[in-house]
């Protein structure tokens, strides 16, 4: 029987990851920094960031495969490469669709880097995601060892992570459920977007922890099916009601920021080749399930509710509510909570707690809207 341990696996992906391993008949170990307990999975309870419960963890286990969920600033993972392909048996390394650069052809494996490719100095000075994932991929490609595999799942559809454009699930749950119209730009929502069912990818991923030709090589675990962003919010609309109002990009990024995620991901047009894992996996596109499929599936899945887990963003609620002229309830909430909504659009985010509240208390007073 293989073991398996997964870092950080109770995300997006780990959910249907471990189940798809397990059926393969592998035995399962998921680090995780809250305890849980579900059936035979083995959970161990740690922050596999900590390099001293890192290392008890993997000196504890001999495991025959370590998938690593885990987000590293590069100069992090530079620290610990080394160690973690030493004390491996083979290492999958979780990186990003997102280190592509634009591309009008499908993108292959071997496709332009942003980070080779992008003359944007500023960018380039920056430690983004779709760059760091990079940089980690050079540093497990620089290393003498060569049991690593590198995967690269695109926009992954799941329980709990839900996008639309650069929107999480936080939210567009909640802007959903509430009845509130979410602001998107619309020269993004008629981009494609290259999104995948995370059934599929754990799929994918077990594939290829359990397959030795996989070492030293990098795979695209996603869908070669892309949807404009229009198509996406059809299925948001219709499952779980939510509206959209149109708006310009420059005042999306104002509300949401994540501006380098806009300009170097979301306003590509993606279309993904997948041709290698499917190779690998002796499968066909027509296997896996159709994007919006998945994505209606997991959307159903709620009941109507957001799940407690997904804690609001109030500061983004507010900027948000300012480019949809509504506002968000505020009755029953803490103190904090209202003050992280006001802070939203106001400066008086960067006073102290009991400089905030007396500012909160004067605007209460002279009737100003965001006190329900």
């Given amino acids: 029987m293989k073991k398996i341990l997964l870092l950080g696996g109770t995300g997006a992906m780990g959910v249907y990851l471990v189940p798809a391993l397990a ?11 809250a305890s849980r307990t579900s059936g035979e999975t083995k ?8 390099t001293s419960f890192l290392k008890q963890t993997l000196n504890d286990g001999s495991y025959d495969c370590v998938v690593d969920f885990m987000n590293y600033s590069t100069a ?3 620290e610990r490469a080394s160690f973690l392909l030493e004390n491996s048996s083979k290492y999958v390394f979780l990186s990003s669709y997102r280190v592509f650069a634009g591309c009008d052809a499908p993108i292959t494996e071997s496709s332009p880097r942003l980070l080779d490719a992008c003359d944007d100095a500023q960018y380039l000075k920056t430690d983004e995601y779709g760059l760091a994932k990079a940089r980690q991929e050079n540093i497990l ?13 695109a926009i992954t559809f799941s329980l709990n992570r839900f996008q639309l454009c650069t929107l999480e699930a936080n939210m567009l749950l909640f802007r959903a459920f509430a009845g509130l119209p979410a602001a998107l730009p619309s020269e993004m929502l008629a981009k494609k977007a290259a999104i995948t069912w995370a059934g599929d990818v754990a799929d994918m991923i077990a594939s290829i922890a359990l397959e030795p030709a996989s070492a030293g090589e990098d795979f695209n675990v996603c869908s070669s099916e892309s949807k404009s962003w229009n ?31 806009v300009m170097y991901d979301r306003m590509f047009n993606r279309v993904m080749d997948n ?6 996996m002796g499968t066909s596109q027509e296997s896996l399930t159709p994007p919006l499929e998945g994505l209606s599936q997991e959307l159903a899945k709620l009941g109507g509710k ?4 997904l804690k609001p963003n109030y500061a983004a609620l507010a900027r948000m509510d300012k480019l949809t002229s509504v506002k968000t309830p505020l009755n029953g909430i803490s103190l904090r909570n209202r003050l992280e909504y006001f802070s939203g659009t ?8 009991r400089a905030c509240k007396k500012a909160l208390n004067i605007a209460k007073s002279k009737g100003l809207g965001f006190m329900n």
């Fill in 231 to 261: 198509d996406v919010a059809e299925v948001y609309k219709r499952e779980i009601g939510l509206q959209i109002t149109e708006t310009s990009l420059d005042k999306y990024i104002w509300a949401v920021g994540g501006k380098y995620q």
């Fill in 141 to 153: 490609r620089a290393s003498p060892k060569k049991n690593w595999t590198i995967v690269r799942p």
């Fill in 23 to 33: 059926k393969r008949g592998c035995e399962v170990s998921v680090t995780s920094r």
């Fill in 306 to 309: 957001m799940p407690p887990s």
């Fill in 43 to 50: 959970f161990i309870l740690g922050d596999a960031q900590n």
């Fill in 346 to 353: 106001h400066p008086v985010a960067a006073l102290p707690l």
């Fill in 76 to 78: 992090h993972f530079k």
């Fill in 275 to 280: 041709s290698k894992i499917l190779k690998l």
